[in-house]
């Protein structure tokens, strides 16, 4: 092909695909003005991007583009799930809390993977820091649950204030870096130029320069990272002086998938601690290698090499499942904390016995070591409700199916198919995932969680059927319905009128019935199942198996 048309075709594309990411946000009524797909020239006006070169920036303009937004407007609230941030080019932008939710505030640790507060209880002192709105969410969540958490919060803000961000403030990237809910609300205080950057772009620019990737990770030092060291089960009762000065020491790691970030034998150097993503564990066997083990986020990694006497390197070679934010602990520091604070030694003690003896269990039982690999592979380590049918007993009747049906007024939420492990069947069900990325982007908030436990739901009165949270989920779990009918000339945003309307669908739990999911209810020979953990999918295959 000539080389100008295949420029010419690339180019072309890079206008579909920013035509694509952004066209939606030109019906937001809070928009004044949004840019058209911008220059690396143009982009360069900007100092956020003076470092790089053209070639560079032309591959993330579909990513980047630049508003004006009216005073007032509100650019996200608590809970959304955004994957872009903001660079304040003119005007200011109000940060504050809108709401309080009685729930807490959502934690980034795996709750089902981590010691709970009465387990530390004995070790842990009372709370010396400050009542800001985030520890006081804390405190609400130990009296519903007793577990401390690590929370999502990006800012932590005493209660009542405001931060006022101006020209050269970045917002927004921390959650949708590290696909966290966004913890305050930001308002617009007078009119604002914000250039908006998407994940896939914020990421690339992160790896490719170093003074960008430090400016990243100063604001998260500085709006987040002490807070949340403060709340980890670890590091409760320390002393807040102490746990400043560590926040300010720690390294903070970024991984893309299947990157390797310690190595099986080689020297042991830090304790490393998962703020989002997922590491897997694998030991050498024979000629190969097993997987014996995940670590999610806020989980530990390092403890047995560093306490234990005489082990040389790494037990296990760490490897990044997609991408994956970690903070590393140096050697030189843990020990200052350890010596300085008994009680974490004996966390530090109680983490490495257990992951002896699960990683022992582990190589004993292979079919551990399976389940694990394709639980990660296939996305079953996000799943809260994982729908599955032990296809041995399944007579294909679609009961299942015709039970979500009627139960959803002759729309089912999910298909019979999917991904099989063993006699299982893995259907495409909504897995409720602990980080949905499926509500990233959504233009009119019609996907959210329910508010009833980790349930995901739509609302039909507010989708406009874009696709957006289909084309996002990576387990084909949502379905787009033609709702055989045309969209009302009266329909906005103006786009819609006339077309075709179709809305998203997908699994709901029956959150709203007292007889609980249908597709499982309605099975004639009890062989759907609804597993929240790969540990209880492995206890259903051992039952099975028995």
Same mark, same amino acid.
């Given at each position: ?7 010419d ?5 890079r ?5 694509d990411?952004?066209?939606a946000?030109g ?9 058209e ?10 100092e956020?991007?003076q ?8 591959k !993330? ?36 809390l809108?709401?309080?939710r ?12 981590i ?5 530390m ?10 009542r ?11 009296e ?5 958490? !690590?929370s999502?919060?990006?800012?932590d ?7 006022? !961000? ?27 130029t ?13 790896k ?24 980890t ?32 034998g ?35 990694f ?5 306490l ?20 590393k602990?140096?050697r030189?520091d ?36 399976g ?14 409700s994982i729908?599955v ?6 007579t ?26 063993g ?7 909504c897995?409720h995932?602990?980080?949905p ?98 540990e ?11």
């Amino acid at each position: 092909m000539d080389k100008t048309i295949a420029r010419d075709l690339a180019a072309e594309e890079r206008e579909r695909l920013f035509e694509d990411r952004w066209s939606a946000y030109g019906a937001n009524t809070g928009i004044d003005k949004i840019s058209e797909r911008l220059s690396p020239e143009a982009l360069r006006q900007y100092e956020l991007f003076q470092p790089y070169d053209d070639a560079f920036l032309e591959k !993330l303009t579909p990513d980047i583009t630049v508003a004006t937004w009216k005073a007032d407007a509100i650019l996200f609230e608590e809970g959304n799930y955004l994957d872009l941030a903001f660079f304040v080019v003119e005007g200011t932008v109000d940060v504050y809390l809108k709401k309080l939710r009685d729930t807490g505030v959502l934690p980034i640790f795996d709750a089902a993977r981590i010691a709970t507060e009465d387990e530390m209880a004995s070790d842990a002192d009372s709370d010396p820091y400050g009542r800001t709105a985030f520890f006081g969410q804390v405190e609400k969540g130990k009296e519903g649950e007793g577990i401390t958490l !690590l929370s999502t919060m990006e800012f932590d803000l005493p209660y009542g204030s405001v931060v006022q !961000l101006g020209p050269g403030d970045i917002f927004g990237e921390i959650g949708a870096l590290n696909g966290w809910p966004q913890s305050v609300t930001a308002r617009v205080d007078t009119e604002c130029t914000l250039v908006q950057i998407r994940v896939p772009a914020l990421r690339a620019m992160k790896k490719q320069s170093t003074v960008f990737n430090d400016r990243i990770d100063k604001i998260y030092r500085a709006r987040t990272l002490t807070t949340q060291l403060k709340s980890t089960p670890l590091f409760r009762g320390t002393e807040e002086a102490f746990i400043d000065a560590l926040a300010q020491k720690v390294a903070l790691v970024s991984c893309s998938p299947e990157d390797v970030v310690a190595r099986e034998g080689d020297a042991v150097d830090a304790l490393y601690l998962v703020r989002s993503g997922f590491l897997k564990l694998s030991q050498q066997m024979g000629e190969g290698d097993m997987v014996v083990t995940y670590l999610s986020k806020g989980m530990t990694f390092g403890e047995a090499e560093l306490l234990i006497e005489g082990l040389e390197g790494w037990q296990f070679t760490m490897t990044s499942v997609g991408f994956t934010e970690l903070i590393k602990v140096d050697r030189s520091d843990l020990l200052a904390v350890t010596q300085r604070f008994p009680a974490i030694k004996r966390r530090l003690w109680k983490t490495a016995i257990a992951r002896i003896k699960e990683t022992g269990h582990t190589r004993e039982n292979l079919d551990k070591s399976g389940l694990i690999e394709f639980s990660l592979a296939k996305g079953l380590v996000q799943g809260n409700s994982i729908l599955v049918i032990d296809l041995d007993v399944c007579t294909r009747c679609d009961d299942c199916v015709r039970g979500c049906e009627e139960t959803h007024g002759g729309r089912p939420r999910f298909v019979r198919e999917g991904e099989k492990y063993g006699n299982f069947l893995v259907a495409r069900s909504c897995y409720h995932c602990e980080d949905p990325v499926c509500l990233i982007g959504c233009p009119t908030g019609a996907i959210r969680r329910a508010n009833v436990g980790e349930v995901v739901e739509i609302d039909d009165g507010l989708c406009i059927g874009c696709s957006n949270c289909a084309n996002k989920c990576p387990y084909d779990a949502i379905i787009m319905h033609d709702m055989d009918e045309t969209w009302p000339e009266t329909a906005l945003p103006e786009w819609l009128r006339g077309r075709p309307r179709k809305v998203a669908s997908k699994c709901d739990l029956c959150h709203e019935s007292e007889a609980g999911p249908a597709c499982v209810n309605n099975c004639p020979h009890s062989c759907a199942f609804r597993v929240g953990s790969i540990e209880e999918f492995q206890a259903l295959l051992a039952v099975d198996n028995a």
